[in-house]
C-alpha cells in the first residue's frame, strides 16, 4: 500500500481566539500557492498550554501562532528561544522540530519595520526620534525593532509611567520616557509616532493625546487595525503626514512563520489584505 505524504498542520492560540485574522490569512496563502495545509484557531487555557503544545506535534502540528494571553508564558515552556524573543520578552511562533524540541520566535518586530517600509517607503530610521505611545508587549517588540534598525533615540509614554521606566531599564540609554500628560510635547521632535496601545480600536477609548506637534515630514503609524483608519490616521492625515494603517504588521509578521511551517515565502500584496479583511 503507498504511503501518503503527511498533511502539515498548523495554526494560532489564545483565549480568546475567535476574533483572529489569522486563520483567513494563512488560509489564503495555502489556496493561493497550492499547498496541502490547514491552519485553525484553538481556544487554549493558560492551565492547559504546555499539554496541548507538547501534545501538537504527534498530531501534525509543524507549529503554531501564539496570541493573548499566551505570549509570554510560552516561553517558559519552550524548549528553545531566540535572541530578539528573549529581548522582547514574548514569543508569537512556535516551530515543532523533528526531534521534538518546541523553538520560540518573536516576528512581531519584523512586521512592524516590514509593514514601515512598504507603507513609508521614505521614511529612514535614523532621521531623528521616535515616539512610542504605550509600553505593553507591542512596545517592546517596536522598541527592539526600531533600536536594531538604527533609530537614534526611543521617546516613549505610557499611562503608567512605572511601565514605561521598566522598559527604560532594560533597553537602556537611547529609550527617554516622559509622563503621559507630557505625551504631546515629545511628538514635537518625532520623526516617527507609533501608537501600540489599544486607544482608538473599536469598543475602546479614543486617543486623547494632542497631536499639534505633528509635521507634514512626520510618519504616523497605528497598531490598531479595528478601525483600519483610527482617529489618530484621520487627523495624522489633516497635517500632511504619511501614514501607515497597523493591518500590514498583522500580514508581514506571518510571512516568516508560514515558509517555516509550509515550505513557501509567501507574498504580501492586495489579494492578502482583502482576504484578511473579508
Not at 516576528?107 to 530610521?125: C, H, Q, R
Not at 508587549?137 to 521617546?155: F, H, N, T, Y
Not at 514635537?188 to 473599536?202: P, Y
Not at 483608519?229 to 487627523?235: D, G, S, Y
Request: glycine share 10%; proline share 5%; charged share 20%.
Amino acid at each position: 500500500m503507498t504511503e501518503l505524504p503527511r498533511i502539515p498542520l498548523a495554526g494560532v492560540i489564545g483565549s480568546p481566539i475567535a476574533h483572529s485574522k489569522s486563520p483567513q490569512l494563512h488560509r489564503h496563502w495555502l489556496k493561493a500557492y497550492g499547498i496541502a495545509g490547514h491552519y485553525i484557531p484553538m481556544d487554549v487555557s493558560a492551565e492547559n498550554l504546555e499539554k496541548v503544545l507538547r501534545t501538537l506535534p504527534s498530531m501534525g502540528f509543524v507549529g503554531v501562532n501564539i496570541t493573548i494571553p499566551h505570549k509570554e508564558n510560552v516561553l517558559q515552556i519552550a524548549d528553545l528561544v531566540t535572541d530578539r524573543a528573549t529581548l522582547i520578552g514574548a514569543a508569537n511562533t512556535l516551530i515543532f522540530r523533528k526531534d521534538g524540541k518546541i523553538h520560540a520566535d518573536n516576528t512581531d518586530g519584523y512586521g512592524f519595520i516590514e509593514n514601515l517600509k512598504s507603507g513609508a517607503p521614505g521614511w529612514d530610521p535614523r532621521s531623528g526620534p521616535a515616539a512610542i505611545l504605550g509600553a505593553g508587549g507591542a512596545a517592546r517588540a517596536v522598541i527592539s525593532s526600531l533600536l536594531e534598525a538604527g533609530v537614534p533615540e526611543i521617546l516613549l509614554s505610557n499611562r503608567t509611567r512605572v511601565r514605561a521606566d521598566k522598559l527604560k531599564q532594560e533597553f537602556g540609554s537611547r529609550v527617554q520616557v516622559f509622563d503621559w500628560v507630557q505625551a504631546g510635547n515629545m511628538i514635537d521632535d518625532a520623526s516617527l509616532l507609533v501608537n501600540t496601545t489599544s486607544l482608538g480600536m473599536i469598543g475602546k477609548s479614543e486617543m486623547r493625546v494632542p497631536l499639534d506637534g505633528l509635521r507634514a515630514t512626520t510618519v504616523v503609524t497605528d497598531l490598531v487595525y479595528a478601525p483600519l483608519k483610527t482617529r489618530l490616521l484621520e487627523t495624522a492625515q489633516g497635517y500632511g503626514c504619511v501614514t501607515v494603517d497597523g493591518l500590514g504588521m498583522l500580514l508581514h509578521q506571518a510571512v516568516p512563520a508560514f515558509e517555516r511551517w509550509f515550505g513557501k515565502r509567501p507574498e504580501v500584496d492586495s489579494a492578502t489584505r482583502a482576504a484578511a479583511l473579508r
